[in-house]
């Protein structure tokens, strides 16, 4: 029996069938854009289904439609929150960053665990709203305690630590891959409509992997002029890594509104603002995470969960709708913080 998910899907193809020339017309427009637009869409580029194996499973596997974008969609929303609308979903990520200094070995600095919480939303158009709050901390090496203060070696100054608290975090999830972020209107790529057909592999044992990453180069909401020790530049280079494993059983299983998974995530990017670096200091930071979605909070550390509720309360509950703007930390800051008196020679 089809799941109310599969009946919709199948609805919106029939809805979406085209001519066949008209069809390979688009496709070709669709996979030439697809090369030149860059930004995510080359960060999920489209692949072609993996060879089909033996499969012993009691699931049926037929529902693995890795070349329907609605399949895609669905699946993604699946991954990031819960097609049971108005449920939400846990996320948690924790690791170590490092600071890399051309010439130097690489230096882990402090660790680094958050969570997250989402709701779905169905517009009713085609797409699903995903709301979301997140938080995450800084953490020293020795203790797990997160940090209020950290002590920099590369400046030999004790600095104030400013965490990650975005509320919201929000996106729109639909049958074409998703915009790079507006970051508030500071990145202004444009990247044309691309099918959401997405390089999903199985590895045998029961396993499906999914990588994606996106990078970003856009002007820093942290100019110079007025956050000279605060600043790394006009412009931001970012680059965000993202790796998922999930039972096979469990992508095919349509019943499954919201999947668990066990992955990995990692994040370059330019020196903290916190960590007063300036614009002279060469080198850049490294996140280097685990990441999973499960139906518990039992992985997280005991320190970071008993901060969160003191500091954080409300982000244990994801938004029910959709407000904003989505903004990231570094405009959080701008916002927040206040530029630090330049350092005394």
């Known amino acids: 029996m089809q799941s109310k998910f599969e009946k919709k899907q199948q609805t919106e193809n029939q809805q979406d069938k085209l001519p066949r020339r008209d069809f390979v017309q688009t496709a070709g427009l669709l996979i030439g854009a697809g090369i030149a637009g860059g930004g995510m869409g080359q960060a999920l580029a489209m692949s072609s289904p993996p060879a089909e194996e033996p499969d012993s499973s009691p699931i049926d596997t037929s529902t693995l439609r890795y070349s329907d974008k609605y399949w895609n969609r669905d699946t993604v929303a699946r991954i990031h929150g819960d097609l049971d609308f108005g449920k939400q979903k846990f996320g948690w990520y924790k690791g170590t960053v490092r600071g890399v200094v051309p010439g130097e070995k690489h230096k882990q600095l402090f660790g680094f665990e958050g969570f997250s919480f989402t709701r779905l939303v169905d517009v009713g158009d085609g797409t699903y709203q995903k709301l979301l709050k997140e938080v995450g901390y800084y953490t020293d090496l ?169 500091h954080h309360p409300d982000y244990f509950e994801a938004p029910t709708k959709w407000y904003g703007p989505s903004l990231s930390s570094l405009e959080h800051y701008a916002l927040d913080q206040t530029p630090q008196p330049l350092k005394k020679k």
Not at 245 to 260: E, Q
């Open 142 to 310: 020795k203790t797990g305690e997160v940090m209020d203060t950290y002590y920099n070696p590369y400046i030999d100054e004790e600095v104030k630590v400013v965490h990650i608290a975005n509320d919201p975090f929000n996106r729109v999830i639909s049958a074409f891959l998703p915009k790079p972020p507006s970051y508030g209107g500071l990145n202004a790529d444009k990247v044309p409509d691309i099918p959401m057909i997405l390089p999903f592999k199985e590895v045998g044992n029961n396993k499906v992997l999914f990588q994606r990453s996106i990078d970003l180069f856009y002007p820093s909401a942290l100019q110079p002029d007025k956050w000279p020790r605060e600043s790394s530049g006009k412009m931001t280079q970012v680059s965000e890594m993202f790796n998922y494993v999930f039972d096979k059983d469990d992508l095919a299983n349509t019943d499954i509104t919201g999947l668990h998974f066990s992955g990995s995530w990692g994040r370059l990017t330019p020196w903290l603002p916190w960590m007063l670096m300036g614009q002279e200091a060469t080198g850049h930071i490294y996140y280097d995470c685990v990441q999973g979605c499960y139906d518990n909070m039992d992985m997280m550390s005991p320190q970071i969960l008993a901060y969160a509720k003191e």
